[in-house]
């Protein structure tokens, strides 16, 4: 399936986004490294519609100085996904964007359906977690399990890694966010947090703290996968969210079949 | 060190009985299978009361040579036989096991049996796959992840699901959780580079067995290089080395034992199967490629009176690093209990007392 790109208006902001596929909308907000497509994107657009956006600030994006709280940041995303004429939708978020995600459902619960967390950064451990950064071999042994297997990530622009560290420092908030917390609580959304068994920016016992907090909450580990599930073990991470944005707490009744011969 | 008494329900073999692995279920005599797990009671109890550490199970698969096909069956009645010594599970064969289940039922005898229970965790030998139709192929990596399992499924304090590529669950939640928190205290068994690494990350023990003490210290070595890694010491109870041992009242009645050791496996492989065995299943001690043991002669890695016994076991806390070894005074599957009772006798009057130190 091939994505083609396109752009949005919204809150004042050009918003590229990558989109393929038809069927119901699956939004997905990136992580702090910005923009990038995976096997994944492909095997779920055979389901859904999916929206890839870039989020303002990201990518080769504008500097964005104007935003300056993830609120604000998941209000842009929710005024982006109106401005293509979307009301209700699935929306997956990876690492940074699924703290932005996770806003985005709490203040439009209405509108979000359901909610793929893959390796979400909204609660981070007391010691602290810093994002990936260095060289694109440094990057490559943080975010992969593997990174003999996939090799280093795409360099990036040094200007762009600048801009959006900035950007990624100033809206990232606290370890742990009250205010976040609290409202999750009461978030009443489908939710399936996926994290990698060797996810080393994140430590994958943070999934435990979403399950915890939030009343309809399904944590799945994925073995042998790093931070970025979806690049490293794509079939596996798009198996179980179609599952799950099909079926929601059902998915845990088992469709395998074990027959073999009638 | 510590010691372990290798226990392996000693059926009395009928004297015809043809000498091929699998052997034939129409052989097997129901009197005699009861008469051997009654007396696998009684050795337990007397190992007890000589002072044995551990008692260890195993898992093993059609045949008379080891009777124990399921080690939580035999710890469990063990287990409720006897006071003080500690009953390890060396251990279940991951890659032919249900995660979950081995999680659940080990879980579940720590709380029965609570500080008595030892976990060894291991991927098995190649010909025992046929047991359950496991494709030898297949069998590394399922180790590896059915391993990390159990041990998630034990710490975990949350439901979670679990997206495998061998194993796939959607929901893992158990009850009880081990008594022993976060969980018993676990091995990993083998001398691959693999096995080594594992128990490093987990900070598990690593158990190896029956290798000559220079390629055991190979793999322990490697273990511990591994664990350096990771930022941690093993300390002597974290390595365990399986052997066999042939104690006699003399040095030369020990040797007189060994050479009327016929030095034929007890039930081998056929030739055409064995080799076929060995062409699907690939194995390494500490990274160094070497052929997997498909039902062949194990070794006698101890051998003499007393004396020369517990030099040589010296030898193997120094050059392996092992604070516990895992004994059997006999080769499991011979016939004569008499002898090997008067050895586990003679092993716990005459050597337990003066390996304390070692």
Redesign the interface.
């Given at each position: 399936m091939a994505f083609s790109e396109g752009f949005v208006e919204a809150d004042g902001f050009r918003i590229r986004f990558m989109a393929a596929g038809d069927g119901a909308p699956l939004v997905h907000l990136h992580g702090a490294g910005g923009m990038r497509m995976t096997p994944a994107h492909d095997l779920l657009s055979q389901r859904y519609r999916v929206i890839v956006f870039e989020m303002p600030g990201f990518g080769q994006s504008p500097d964005n100085t104007r935003t300056r709280t993830m609120v604000e940041l998941s209000d842009t995303m929710g005024a982006a996904v109106t401005a293509l004429g979307i009301e209700q939708f699935n929306l997956m978020g990876t690492s940074f964007g699924g703290k932005v995600a996770l806003w985005l459902a709490a203040r439009q619960p209405q509108r979000v359906q359901a909610l793929v967390l893959e390796a979400p950064a909204a609660i981070r451990p007391a010691a602290g977690s810093r994002p990936p950064s260095g060289t694109p071999e440094e990057m490559a042994r943080r975010i992969y399990a593997h990174p003999e297997r996939l090799g280093p990530l795409p360099a990036v622009d040094p200007v762009v890694q600048a801009k959006t560290r900035a950007l990624v420092d100033r809206l990232r908030g606290p370890d742990r966010d009250a205010e976040l917390e609290h409202a999750l609580r009461g978030l009443a959304t489908p939710t399936l947090v996926?994290f990698g068994?060797l996810d080393r920016v994140i430590p994958p016992d943070m999934?435990?703290c979403y399950?915890?907090l939030m009343p309809n909450c399904?944590?799945?580990?994925?073995?042998?996968a790093g931070h970025a599930i979806s690049t490293e073990?794509p079939e596996?991470?798009a198996?179980?969210t179609t599952d799950y944005l099909e079926r929601h707490e059902a998915?845990?009744?088992?469709r395998?079949e074990t027959l073999i011969h009638p | 060190m510590k010691v372990s008494y290798f226990e392996t329900g000693r059926y009395v073999l009928p004297p015809d009985l043809a000498r091929e692995w699998p052997v034939a279920p129409a052989s097997y005599d129901p009197e005699t299978g009861v008469e051997a797990f009654r007396n696998m009671v009684e050795r337990v109890k007397f190992v007890e009361a000589l002072g044995f550490d551990w008692v260890s199970v195993s898992e093993h698969h059609y045949s008379p040579r080891i009777l124990t096909p399921s080690p939580v069956v035999s710890a469990t009645w063990l287990a409720a036989r006897v006071d003080t010594i500690k009953i390890a599970l060396l251990g279940p064969i991951v890659p032919v096991s249900n995660p979950i289940r081995v999680a659940e039922e080990l879980a579940m005898l720590d709380t029965l049996a609570p500080g008595r229970i030892v976990v060894g965790l291991l991927r098995g030998t190649t010909n025992e796959y046929l047991s359950y139709d496991l494709n030898p192929k297949e069998s590394r990596e399922r180790t590896d992840e059915g391993m990390e399992l159990i041990l998630k499924a034990w710490t975990e304090p949350q439901p979670f699901g679990w997206q495998g590529k061998h194993f796939q669950y959607r929901t893992v939640s158990i009850w009880p959780r081990p008594q022993h928190q976060p969980h018993p205290p676990t091995y990993a068994l083998g001398t691959s580079a693999e096995a080594g690494e594992f128990a490093a990350r987990n900070r598990l023990g690593l158990g190896v067995s029956y290798g000559t003490f220079e390629l055991m210290a190979k793999a322990t070595r490697h273990y511990r290089d591994q664990c350096a890694h990771y930022g941690w010491e093993p300390g002597p109870d974290d390595i365990i080395y399986r052997a066999n041992m042939i104690l006699g009242e003399t040095d030369d009645a020990a040797e007189a034992a060994l050479a009327r050791r016929d030095g034929q496996a007890a039930f081998p492989v056929r030739p055409g199967l064995r080799d076929a065995l060995l062409a699907a299943d690939a194995r390494n001690v500490a990274g160094e490629r070497r052929p997997a043991n498909v039902g062949g002669v194990l070794p006698i890695s101890f051998c003499g009176g007393p004396d020369r016994v517990i030099e040589q076991l010296r030898r193997c806390r120094e050059e392996i690093g092992a604070g516990v070894v895992d004994l059997s005074l006999h080769d499991p599957g011979a016939g004569d209990t008499d002898s090997m009772m008067h050895a586990l006798e003679l092993f716990g009057r005459k050597v337990l007392p003066r390996i304390r130190e070692l």
């Open positions: 996926l068994t999934g435990r399950k915890a399904h944590l799945v580990l994925v073995y042998d073990r596996a991470f198996e179980v998915f845990v009744i088992s395998a | -």
